[in-house]
């Protein structure tokens, strides 16, 4: 389990992978949306659906582990106000790595077609399902800018803590035992 001086390599390897994963995806997301329509275009739409769909799956199994670990106890006293706002940033990013591949799901099967993780189908096309598409559709775009906001927010506090605080909650994130 997670302690306050050291987190589980558990912790560690979920929290980074992830972190990659939906700043790789938000990334690819955003210029696959600018991108004309083409052949080349359903090829990467494809790539991006199946690296989601196994975002999803990890990000289940990371909020179980969240649950049962609690979140990381703070190593240096703040104001009332920014613990609350830790809180509602880390929950903000925990929900978005559920909701935003779900929302990318009930985009691709609302709009009538499958969705499959690198060949292997997953969904079937079912036809077209009009608010599951739509719901999809103003999720997935509404998410992702709630996800950059929330990831802006986030890395500032870990780098004001890093670089000005110089308290050790980056090198715990690293792994590192801390007193
Ligand atoms: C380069 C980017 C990032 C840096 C430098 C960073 C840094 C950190 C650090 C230092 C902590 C520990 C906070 C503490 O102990 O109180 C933390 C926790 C956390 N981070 Fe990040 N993070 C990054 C990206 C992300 C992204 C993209 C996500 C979500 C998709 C994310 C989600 C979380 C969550 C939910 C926690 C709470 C602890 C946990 O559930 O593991 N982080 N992050
Ligand atoms: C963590 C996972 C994911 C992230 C962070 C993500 C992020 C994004 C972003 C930011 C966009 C641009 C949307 C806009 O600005 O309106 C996008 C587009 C899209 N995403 Fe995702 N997505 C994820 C997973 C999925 C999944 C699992 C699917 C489907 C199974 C999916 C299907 C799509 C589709 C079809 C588009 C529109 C591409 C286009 O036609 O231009 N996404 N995604």
Do not use: C
């Not at 999720?139 to 000005?164: D, E």
Request: hydrophobic share 50%.
């Amino acid at each position: 389990m997670d302690s306050r001086a050291q987190l589980t390599k558990t912790t560690v390897f979920l929290h980074w992978i992830i972190a990659l994963a939906i700043i790789g995806s938000l990334g690819f997301g955003l210029y696959l949306e600018d991108l004309p329509g083409s052949p080349d275009k359903g090829a990467l739409i494809g790539i991006h659906k199946s690296i989601g769909v196994l975002i999803l799956v990890v990000a289940l199994y990371r909020i179980y582990w969240r649950i049962r670990n609690g979140f990381p106890q703070r190593l240096t006293p703040v104001a009332d106000w920014q613990e609350k706002a830790a809180t509602l940033v880390h929950l903000i990013l925990l929900a978005g790595t559920v909701l935003m591949p779900i929302s990318g799901i009930f985009m691709s099967v609302g709009g009538g077609h499958s969705v499959a993780v690198f060949g292997l189908e997953v969904i079937p096309a079912q036809g077209e399902i009009e608010w599951m598409g739509d719901l999809g559709h103003l999720l997935h775009g509404l998410g992702g800018k709630i996800m950059i906001a929330a990831i802006l927010l986030h890395v500032a506090a870990a780098v004001k803590l890093w670089l000005f605080t110089k308290d050790s909650t980056m090198q715990r994130m690293l792994g590192r035992k801390v007193s």
